[in-house]
């Protein structure tokens, strides 16, 4: 009787950590089913501990979609505060020593009558070669951040 419990809660086990594609170290209970000299109260003890084992998983995976929900909630404030802002603003992307231009806001676009678009993806170099101070004021930003 007790070994079916233990032999299903090591197929619980297997079963649980196979959805979740990781590897729980789950031979103490596979030593314990094959060695007969355990006890009944280790068996008892080792089947307590795997279910621990899973209910401990379970928390963790809860937590971590909590997690993982409020940093999507962050990114979209922090890239609602982006687009709306007043200020004009512009993201640069550093690329092998040049940077390009990879987002703007709703201001930037109004300040620019809407050719900010056809910008997008052109270097920094090719945009500014006569105006080397915003050049150097890039890299300055770059290796601050």
């Not at 979740?20 to 008892?44: C, N, W």
Request: aromatic content about 6%.
């Amino acid at each position: 009787m007790l070994q079916r419990e233990l032999l299903a809660a090591l197929q619980e086990l297997e079963s649980f950590t196979e959805l979740r594609g990781s590897r729980l170290e789950t031979s103490i209970l596979a030593v314990a089913m094959k060695d007969s000299s355990k006890t009944i109260q280790a068996l008892i003890e080792d089947l307590a501990s795997l279910r621990r084992k899973i209910g401990n998983l379970e928390k963790s995976e809860t937590e971590g979609k909590k997690i993982e929900y409020t940093l999507k909630e962050i990114e979209q404030r922090l890239d609602t505060l982006f687009r709306k802002s007043p200020i004009p603003a512009f993201t640069w992307q550093k690329r092998e020593g040049d940077f390009l231009l990879a987002d703007y806001n709703l201001a930037a676009e109004r300040m620019t009558a809407g050719k900010v678009r056809d910008f997008l993806g052109t270097s920094a170099k090719e945009l500014y070669q006569d105006q080397p101070q915003v050049l150097e004021g890039l890299k300055q930003c770059s290796a601050e951040h």
